[in-house]
């Protein structure tokens, strides 16, 4: 057996097993087996590889397992990957689908080069994901919550008359409705609390959020992102929490691109044909983002709580961040003026948004904002 050949090797996994294939340098590719998802279990195929070969390649696609396995194949040494299913190479009317094909596949892609790697972020910044998506659905779960009440009044003929905007005077009007029957009051004040159980979650992982925040190594960047305008708390904290590391990215046009607000793209010869935005990565931080984007419609000023946000923060981060108002409110008013449709022009200037955010970030990372800067 030559020990110094690099092998390859492809998982398949699922929740309850793994179907492993395996390739020593160019010679065929060979199928192992299936093993189970233990500790244990995956401890053995280890020892079996590394009796294989000196230098070991692993790949599996990243899925609903986590990164549990990547973190124990990483630590025995191994060369590991988690690749992107959307982006394997599948072959025009391939329609048969086994694990010991995909095992098989994923080899060949991994020999060849052919796939692309996933971030995996560090133990801390994932349980901090973890904490913010937490939150975030709390707050998805609160909308719908709203969303039913609002519907079970609206079927029984019942409007209020002023903003229901959910704000003091809309709830105690709530509060003091009644229905005639005792059933439809019942189902009213359950959807009532549901409401009241959804807004004290909230309150929760909100509290949580901003006392945990203060210990991640990314809090320097949480500070300097609420520098700019359209980015509060909410949104500094979610961007940071999904996007991770920024400086993985060497150039921001592959912040922009990972985010997918960059316009798809059919040319050919002379012929040079873009189309809308690819949509591609994560949907959260693009939504955030965009929602952030919104906000540079109007003519560039420092409000009071953006001024308030500025406190404690290095004069360089508070620079940058009013040239990156200036720059994009004049290009939202141009794009509207070139009588682009608003969502458009808004996703236009969101793209320039993600530079700005990678500009900040690593600014803010670099200058190592001090511990006395005033809590979010």
């Not at 919550?145 to 079970?152: E, I, V, W």
């Not at 560039?300 to 923060?313: F, K, L, N, Y």
Request: contains cysteine; aromatic residues 8%.
């Amino acid at each position: 057996m030559d020990h110094d050949s690099t092998l390859y090797v492809g998982l398949d996994v699922h929740k309850e097993s793994i179907t492993v294939a395996y390739a020593l340098g160019e010679g065929e590719v060979e199928l192992l087996g299936k093993i189970g998802t233990t500790k244990a279990e995956v401890e053995r195929l280890c020892k079996r590889l590394q009796s294989k070969a000196r230098r070991v390649r692993v790949v599996y696609e990243a899925g609903p397992c986590g990164y549990g396995l990547y973190r124990q194949l990483a630590g025995k040494g191994f060369d590991c990957m988690v690749c992107a299913p959307s982006l394997i190479p599948k072959k025009p009317g391939e329609r048969v689908k086994t694990d010991r094909r995909d095992a098989v596949k994923l080899v060949r892609a991994l020999r060849a080069g052919d796939l692309s790697r996933v971030y995996v972020p560090t133990v801390e910044d994932e349980a901090f994901r973890d904490l913010s998506r937490a939150w975030v659905s709390a707050k998805d779960d609160l909308k719908r919550a709203r969303q039913r009440l609002k519907a079970f009044l609206l079927s029984h003929g019942v409007r209020y008359a002023g903003r229901a905007d959910w704000g003091p005077a809309h709830r105690r009007w709530l509060s003091t409705y009644a229905f005639d029957s005792a059933w439809q009051q019942l189902a009213f004040e359950e959807h009532r609390r549901t409401i009241e159980d959804r807004l004290a979650q909230c309150a929760r992982l909100e509290a949580a959020l901003r006392e945990a925040v203060v210990n991640w190594h990314f809090y320097p960047a949480v500070l300097g992102l609420q520098t700019m305008r359209g980015v509060q708390f909410t949104t500094a904290v979610g961007m940071l929490a999904e996007l991770g590391d920024l400086s993985r990215f060497e150039h921001p046009r592959q912040l922009m691109a990972w985010l997918g607000v960059t316009p798809s793209e059919h040319s050919s010869g002379d012929r040079r044909r873009q189309g809308s935005i690819t949509k591609t990565g994560n949907s959260y931080a693009r939504k955030l983002l965009v929602e952030a984007a919104w906000s540079y419609r109007h003519p560039a000023r420092v409000s009071p709580d953006i001024q308030r946000r500025h406190e404690g923060i290095p004069k360089a981060i508070i620079d940058r961040a009013w040239d990156a108002q200036v720059r994009l409110c004049r290009r939202y008013r141009k794009l509207a003026a070139r009588g682009k449709n608003a969502n458009i022009a808004v996703v236009a200037t969101a793209r320039e948004l993600a530079g700005f955010i990678w500009d900040i970030s690593q600014l803010s990372m670099s200058l190592a904002v001090s511990e006395e800067a005033p809590a979010v």
